[in-house]
């Protein structure tokens, strides 16, 4: 059975940066406070005429020409996101037209943060198969639109920012590279620790000017429950990808995590018995982009050379579900 390799990446993110004074001038928030709570200093938001879709199409299209291949040259479409254009049809087929292409397929993968490793495993699991070859796996997110930009919303809404990151997959016969593992966790009893309650078809009517008043459509979170469980799990995760593999925190070149908040990060750096510079942040400057956050700073990792062939990169993600995944890959 071949092993899935990642030919390329990718990634986008609007024009429109957004600073943490920016923010400090819509709500009762400053630099200080979001820095020493999260690290994040900037993020990007869209502007009129983006969206999911034509950030992904970026991401991609620069993944594809990194690859050599052309749009039509794929095989199927793994779109990740937790902020869909539209209530229904998923992103996939809105990306898949975005690109000129029709008749293969496109899934979309509904898993928050951990929305990109649910997303590979099932790529991987297609390519290591032999249903698709070249598979085109998306991490897209638009949150600035949903965000409460109020003081009401200030503990989400300075954290999370919009962009795409893209990778193009494919199978490799050699036996010593590609995506040696992907565990996947998931938790349903802490769904609300960290959602969006409506418009949803739980509710009778699905949407109402009471649920929009309530806010209702507003990411809602328990932020220090997601942190403590975000902060343990991980670096379980991390351990679980290296045992599985009989690998050790000595071997890894690079941890990429989910980019959520410094100080989890850090944490996960020390729990899973990494140095700092085995791992890589950019939370800074994007905020948490959720389903792109780790194709974007792999993406940014590639390019700044922390990556080599033969390296060992582990993968680690945690968020709303609650849901959690890693995966190990030999470069
Ligand atoms: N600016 C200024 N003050 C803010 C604020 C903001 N943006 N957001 C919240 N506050 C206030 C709170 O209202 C609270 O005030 P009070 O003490 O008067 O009630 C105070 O700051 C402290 O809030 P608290 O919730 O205790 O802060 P915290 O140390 O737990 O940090 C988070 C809050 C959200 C940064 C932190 O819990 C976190 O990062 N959680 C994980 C979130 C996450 O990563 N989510 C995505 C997972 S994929």
């Given at each position: 059975m071949p092993?899935?390799?990642f030919?390329?990446t990718g990634?986008?993110v609007?024009?429109?940066?957004v600073?943490?004074?920016?923010l400090a001038?819509?709500m009762?928030t400053?630099d200080e406070w979001?820095?020493?709570?999260?690290?994040i200093?900037?993020?990007?938001?869209v502007?009129?005429?983006?969206?999911?879709a034509?950030?992904?199409?970026?991401?991609?299209?620069?993944a594809?020409?990194k690859?050599?291949l052309e749009?039509?040259?794929l095989d199927?479409?793994v779109?990740c996101?937790?902020t869909?254009?539209?209530?229904?049809?998923?992103?996939?087929v809105f990306?898949?037209?975005?690109?000129?292409i029709?008749?293969i397929p496109?899934?979309?993968v509904?898993?928050q943060?951990?929305g990109?490793l649910?997303?590979?495993s099932?790529a991987?699991?297609?390519i290591?198969?032999?249903?698709?070859?070249?598979i085109?796996?998306?991490?897209?997110?638009?949150?600035s639109?949903?965000?409460?930009?109020t003081?009401?919303?200030?503990d989400?809404?300075?954290?999370?920012g919009?962009?795409a990151g893209?990778?193009v997959?494919?199978?490799?016969?050699d036996p010593?590279?590609?995506?040696?593992?992907?565990?996947?966790?998931?938790?349903g009893r802490?769904?609300?620790k960290?959602w969006v309650?409506?418009?949803?078809?739980?509710?009778?009517?699905?949407?109402?000017e009471?649920?929009?008043q309530?806010?209702?459509?507003r990411?809602?979170m328990?932020g220090?429950?997601?942190f403590?469980?975000?902060?343990?799990l991980?670096p379980?995760s991390?351990?679980?990808a290296?045992q599985?593999?009989?690998?050790?925190p000595?071997?890894?070149?690079?941890l990429?995590p989910?980019?959520?908040n410094?100080?989890?990060?850090?944490?996960?750096?020390k729990l899973?018995g990494?140095r700092p510079?085995?791992?890589y942040?950019?939370?800074?400057?994007y905020?948490?982009?959720t389903a792109a956050s780790?194709?974007?700073?792999?993406?940014?990792?590639l390019?700044?050379?922390?990556?080599r062939?033969?390296?060992?990169?582990?993968l680690?993600a945690?968020?709303?579900g609650?849901?959690?995944?890693?995966?190990?890959?030999?470069?």
């Amino acid at each position: 059975m071949p092993r899935t390799e990642f030919i390329a990446t990718g990634f986008h993110v609007p024009a429109r940066l957004v600073t943490n004074d920016d923010l400090a001038r819509l709500m009762d928030t400053s630099d200080e406070w979001i820095t020493q709570r999260s690290g994040i200093k900037t993020r990007y938001w869209v502007s009129d005429g983006e969206t999911g879709a034509t950030l992904a199409r970026e991401a991609a299209c620069k993944a594809l020409t990194k690859a050599g291949l052309e749009p039509g040259d794929l095989d199927c479409i793994v779109y990740c996101t937790c902020t869909p254009d539209h209530f229904e049809p998923g992103n996939g087929v809105f990306l898949q037209r975005e690109l000129g292409i029709s008749d293969i397929p496109a899934i979309d993968v509904r898993n928050q943060c951990s929305g990109f490793l649910y997303g590979l495993s099932v790529a991987d699991a297609w390519i290591r198969t032999g249903a698709y070859r070249r598979i085109l796996l998306v991490g897209a997110e638009v949150h600035s639109r949903g965000l409460d930009k109020t003081t009401r919303g200030r503990d989400t809404a300075v954290l999370f920012g919009d962009g795409a990151g893209a990778v193009v997959l494919g199978p490799t016969d050699d036996p010593r590279r590609g995506v040696l593992s992907v565990h996947l966790f998931a938790d349903g009893r802490h769904a609300e620790k960290l959602w969006v309650d409506g418009p949803g078809l739980a509710h009778d009517p699905y949407v109402s000017e009471e649920m929009l008043q309530q806010g209702k459509h507003r990411a809602v979170m328990d932020g220090r429950e997601v942190f403590k469980f975000a902060s343990v799990l991980m670096p379980k995760s991390v351990d679980l990808a290296l045992q599985a593999n009989g690998l050790t925190p000595g071997d890894v070149t690079l941890l990429v995590p989910h980019q959520a908040n410094l100080r989890i990060i850090e944490m996960v750096q020390k729990l899973a018995g990494l140095r700092p510079d085995q791992v890589y942040a950019n939370i800074d400057r994007y905020g948490n982009t959720t389903a792109a956050s780790i194709p974007i700073a792999l993406d940014e990792a590639l390019a700044a050379g922390r990556l080599r062939r033969g390296d060992l990169l582990i993968l680690t993600a945690f968020g709303s579900g609650f849901t959690w995944a890693s995966a190990a890959i030999r470069w």
